[in-house]
């Protein structure tokens, strides 16, 4: 795809029509599905200003807006609604929606009834104690959302990854002897703290520690509170973690997820699922899923966000993502923030985070198009079977 045809695409998903497709003919005949994404640099990573691109590919339409925040939990942004109610919950409360997606991330909020003052010791107190758990931060913004969309609004919750502990040993060494030879060549303070937290592993120093990492033992670990030092539980990033969440956000919202209105978008499931064919060879030159880690935490540029992306697709449409066309995804230059710029779009691309683009070939798009619809159609938490497609005005299967 050339980078003017690229730009005409993307601007050409800006624009409101109507694109019914197969068998839900008629019940997709909107303008187009409008979402709304809460999360941080996560999230991010999916990259939301190419969401409408791939679903374009695919005969859909979509119109996105997002609120990120670096390093965001939930309650941050519901945060936001109390200290600027004209922002983003403005635009929630007030804008045609269709659904929301939302990004839990961290262990200081912990899972429920987590009533304080303050989330961190360097933070303004709130004016009255208030529950910042995830799933009564969640439940706001839901809650929020659906006062103007009670009978149509989907809510999307989108799951954060494991990250590699070693990583983040391996770089404080580094940064450890950065600073010393930094300072040795007399460098001025703000320099040499700018260095430090600019500098990312190489893909060379990653390698082994990306060998080590065991995928599945994090991700299927048990989630552990701590309700002494919330920071201090463990395993949040897990599917002990956000599965329990999905529990309580059934429960408490059982008419969505009666009518398929509520759904998890399962990335960890799907890593797990690719980590098992990537370890068997499926892949080859892609040894496990931490091949797809930029920095232990973050993913890179190419396959892996498209991984994410593509998992978006699948349970939001509810089809399989072998008609999307990944090309958006499989160039570097795409990412940079002139080029986002330049497609008219307001979003962000934290570059760091990038790293060396993984390439996306038929063969491996094959593989991750697959294992994603595999793994949405028989999960307990999206509410998919294969045989059922879901429709954008009704949330109901079509036949």
Known sequence: MTASRLIKLILA?????????GECRAAEAQASFKVFYFGNSFLENSVPWFHPILAKSAGHEMKVQTQLGPGWQIWMHVDTFHKNPDGARKSLAEGDWDAVVIQHFGTHPLLKNNVRKSVFHNQEPFPEPRDVSDLASASAIIDTFLSRHPDRGRVFIYNSWPGIPEVGDFMRRV?????????????????VLKQIKE??????????????????????????????VPWMSKNAHSRDYVWKLMDELKAKYPKLWEQKRLAL??????????????????????ENVAFFSRDGGHVRAGLPRYTLAATCF????????????????????????????????VGYI????????????????????????????????????????ISRRHSQPCG
């Not at 399962?266 to 892609?286: H, Q």
């Not at 089809?319 to 923030?337: F, G, I, T």
């Not at 094959?366 to 497609?389: A, C």
């Open 13 to 21: 998903t800006a624009v409101l029509g109507s694109a019914p497709h």
């Open 175 to 191: 940064r450890e002897e950065t600073e010393k030879s930094l300072k040795a060549k007399g460098l001025p303070r703000e320099e």
């Open 199 to 228: 500098r990312k592993p190489t893909l060379e120093e990653m390698l082994p520690i990306m060998r080590r990492f065991d995928y599945a033992a994090a991700w299927l670990a048990k989630y552990e509170r701590n309700d002494e």
């Open 265 to 286: 978008i399962p990335n960890g499931d799907v890593f797990l699922a690719l980590d098992a064919k990537l370890r068997a060879g499926k892949m080859p030159g892609v």
């Open 314 to 345: 699948a349970v939001m449409f509810g089809r399989h993502p072998q008609a999307l066309d990944y090309a958006v995804y499989n160039k570097l230059e795409n990412y940079s923030n002139e080029r986002l710029r330049e497609m008219r779009v």
């Open 350 to 389: 934290h570059q760091p985070d990038l790293g060396e683009l993984l390439e996306i070939t038929p063969e491996r798009a094959k593989l991750v198009n697959d294992t994603i619809w595999e793994v949405v159609t028989g999960h307990p938490h999206t509410g998919l079977k294969d045989d059922m497609v």
